[in-house]
């Protein structure tokens, strides 16, 4: 599930309650936290699609925690 950003996901990422924080490009402020599981994948996937994005990649970052960050770049 993607949990948009507000302040109370934003401190749920800072007490380590999710393990991926969503990032867009050449935004400051993440668009939301997820588990990153393979349901979450797809779910953005649907996002990008509704949006109107052809296509969508996902550049991982892997942090020493254990959990990641990923930046979402769409095509179209």
């Known amino acids: 599930m993607i949990y948009p950003y507000s302040n109370e996901t934003q401190t749920g990422w800072d007490h380590g309650k999710y393990q991926v924080q969503l990032n867009l490009p050449n935004n400051p402020r993440p668009m939301g936290f997820c588990d990153g599981s393979d ?38």
Request: charged share 35%; glycine share 14%; no cysteine.
């Open 39 to 76: 349901a979450d994948v797809a779910e953005l996937q649907d996002i990008a699609e509704a949006e109107g994005a052809d296509e969508m990649r996902i550049e991982k970052k892997h942090l020493k925690s254990g959990r990641e960050i990923w930046t979402l770049h769409g095509g179209g």
